[in-house]
């Protein structure tokens, strides 16, 4: 079964990658956008390198969890990734993909176990991102505002601290008037930090969530419900999204017994360690974060 859903969702990225190709060099390669992958095998060819970075950043993400878990003889799955419909199909800003997970089968008994299966996978993923975003950026484009805001229906993504100066470093210089389009490896790049961001959040059974518990078990439960309300907050006040993150997240909370006490040795200190992986952990979540991911400009009918 991993194997089958792995070549699925290597399959789907390299197809959404396919699609983002064909936008990004629709003039070198003019012609049509097309849905069809034998109408442009060159395009296709382009969303492979779309694909593997997609793998990478959650392969490393995950085996991240699963090299901690073997190392304390805790028995854990394989990745499971988790696949997606085409885009045509199903309209999303997922890069072929909804993640993917391991199964740990064995208890988690120590603070120090749990805490480093949880800090590992997003750190893990974090690293692998950061060169996926560099080389995307320095293969973006600039371009004028007008043409982009005279191009039809266009999204505009949000930017977390870590941008500004990975955009100054790696990518082109932007003008006054002008923007910048993604080449579609800096989308991978941007998503990755977003996944990251919101993986990070301290809350229930997210990685950000297990650290909470390791580092305070007794108010999990009260933190994690003051976040889900700010998260619902932050749905209908700045971006809609979160809604559905937070159903996402309570159903995975209340499945996983609302931060019940798990069996572990509450007294075991982490160490100086593990406080210094907590900042690390931290300062990637402030510096990826994104309170607005998305923002769709209105359309104006004239």
């Not at 993504?157 to 910048?180: H, K």
Request: with cysteine; charged share 10%.
């Amino acid at each position: 079964m991993n194997i089958v859903l792995f070549v699925l969702t290597f399959t789907s990225s390299i197809y959404w990658g396919f699609i983002q190709y064909q936008q990004f060099y629709s003039e070198e390669l003019r012609s049509v956008l097309t849905s069809n992958p034998f109408e442009a095998p060159s395009a296709l060819l382009g969303g492979l390198p779309f694909g593997i970075a997609v793998i990478a950043i959650l392969l490393a993400h995950e085996m991240g969890h699963y090299l901690t878990c073997r190392h304390y003889g805790i028995e854990a799955s394989l990745p499971y990734f988790l696949p997606l419909p085409p885009p045509n199909l199903v309209p999303t800003l997922l890069p072929g993909t909804m993640g993917a997970v391991i199964r740990i089968r064995g208890a988690i008994t120590s603070r120090r176990a749990l805490f480093d299966i949880a800090v590992a996978g997003p750190i893990a993923g974090w690293v692998a991102a950061l060169p996926i975003l560099a080389y995307g950026l320095s293969q973006s484009r600039v371009v004028s505002t007008i043409e982009i805001e005279t191009s039809g229906l266009y999204l505009t993504l949000g930017e977390p601290l870590l941008w500004g100066p990975m955009s100054r470093f790696f990518g082109p210089e932007i003008g006054p008037a002008q923007d910048l389009v993604m080449h579609p490896l800096a989308f991978v790049g941007w998503f990755a930090l977003l996944i990251t961001a919101m993986n990070l959040l301290p809350v229930g059974q997210l990685d950000g969530g297990h650290l909470l518990y390791s580092l305070v078990p007794r108010w999990h439960r009260a933190l994690s419900f003051t976040v889900l309300i700010l998260m619902f907050f932050a749905g209908f006040r700045f971006f809609p999204g979160w809604i559905l993150f937070a159903v996402i997240v309570s159903v995975l909370f209340i499945m996983g017994g609302l931060g019940k006490p798990r069996p572990i040795d509450d007294g075991q200190k982490l160490g100086a360690t593990r406080i210094v992986l907590t900042l690390i952990a931290l300062a990637i979540f402030v510096t990826s974060f994104m309170l607005i991911p998305v923002t769709i400009p209105p359309i104006v009918f004239s």
